[in-house]
């Protein structure tokens, strides 16, 4: 079981399949034994989306006639002074005269319980219990007993098993929790300096996903799309393409990787505007950039490293003196400030870019094992 990642958050493996059904097992011999041989039809009321995976596996280990009833509720902010509000959204049958057993996903502040409870007098129950797969102990402090708990789990996010993150990952058999480890590396530095080379690396031995904006971009040029057909002269001319551009690729990754450790950010970002925004998408999924690693090299290096890789890459931007002098340029002006960002956000890591790639390699390893 790898990580998984829902829109922009990852989230880890939590709990396995085999272990939730052990715990729905539990916890329905104890229902058998509470309920098993009364006379009356207890209601199972299945608290939706949430408990749907829930209800289906608690209900085949149930010995005891039951019915099954569903309830849809919604928050909103109202504007009364009570602030959020649950609305009942339908409840699919009658629970007049009967022993309701409510059955839930998760139970965190409890303030559902406290809706379905009172919900449930109102519409004549003679008894209400609570039978919950998950019960966060730490965020729960109502006075209503939670009478059937399956599981106790710390007060993390998670999903999997009926329990979403926008409506996505219900349908994992599963659980999965929020990854905060995820690891945000930038590879920066200079045109030249290497970070294509020791890329490659990097991502293999820490299990990354290597993000080249140039190649993504060069990969649109090759295909002939609308973005590549506009990055093209800015490209050939030694200019960046406009940051919503660059932006918006990196986000799409970040959204469709599976299965790493982490990040590998090279050529990204290249303004302080850029910077922010991967400061927000990072924010977004509970996260922010582990560290940077800066190649640094000199300039009279980068024309002689990049003249050098024109006759072997074939670079249209690597082969013209004026476009090399033009992202030297670039680089400075707009490039090189963020140097002083990432030391004041603390992460910011200088490394010397000059030797071997193998030397290079193992000053950048040592470095990373500090992460
Ligand atoms: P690179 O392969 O990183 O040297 O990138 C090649 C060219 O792609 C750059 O000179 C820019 O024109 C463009 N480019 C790559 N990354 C970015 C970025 N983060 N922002 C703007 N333009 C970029």
Sequence with gaps: MGNVRLYDKSFRPFIPYDKIEEAIDTVALRLNKDYGG?????????????????????????????????????????????GNVRQVMGMTGSVEGKRVIIVEDIVDTGKTIVDLKRIL??????????????????????????????????????????????????????IYVLDTD?????????????KGTQAAAMV????LCHISTGELLRGEIARGTQLGLKAKALIDAGELVPDEVVEGMIENKFNTVKDVAGF??????????????????????????TAVVSLMIPDETIRERILGRAAVEGRADDASEETIANRVRTYHEKTEPLIGYYKDAGVYNEIDGLGT?????????SLMEKY
Excluded: W
């Design 38 to 82: 009364s006379t009356d039809v207890p209601v199972l009321l299945c608290v939706l989306n949430g408990s749907i995976l829930f209800t289906a596996e608690l209900m085949k280990r149930l010995s005891f006639k039951c019915e099954v009833v569903s309830i849809k509720l919604s928050s909103y902010s109202g504007t009364e002074s009570t």
């Design 121 to 174: 007098s109102e519409k004549g129950a003679v008894e209400s219990k609570v039978c919950t797969l998950l019960l966060k102990p730490d965020k729960y402090h109502e006075d209503i007993p939670i009478d059937y708990v399956a599981m106790e789990i710390p007060n993390d996010f998670i999903v999997g098993f009926g329990l979403d993150y926008d409506e996505l990952g219900r349908n994992s058999k599963d």
């Design 182 to 194: 995820m690891k945000y590396y930038i590879l920066f530095g200079p045109p030249g300096a290497g």
């Design 204 to 207: 293999e031995k820490f299990n």
């Design 264 to 289: 590998l950010l090279d050529g990204f970002p290249r303004t302080i505007a850029q910077a922010e925004a991967l400061d927000r998408m990072l924010a977004k999924a509970g996260s922010k950039v």
């Design 357 to 365: 790639i193998d030397e290079v390699r193992s000053r950048i390893n």
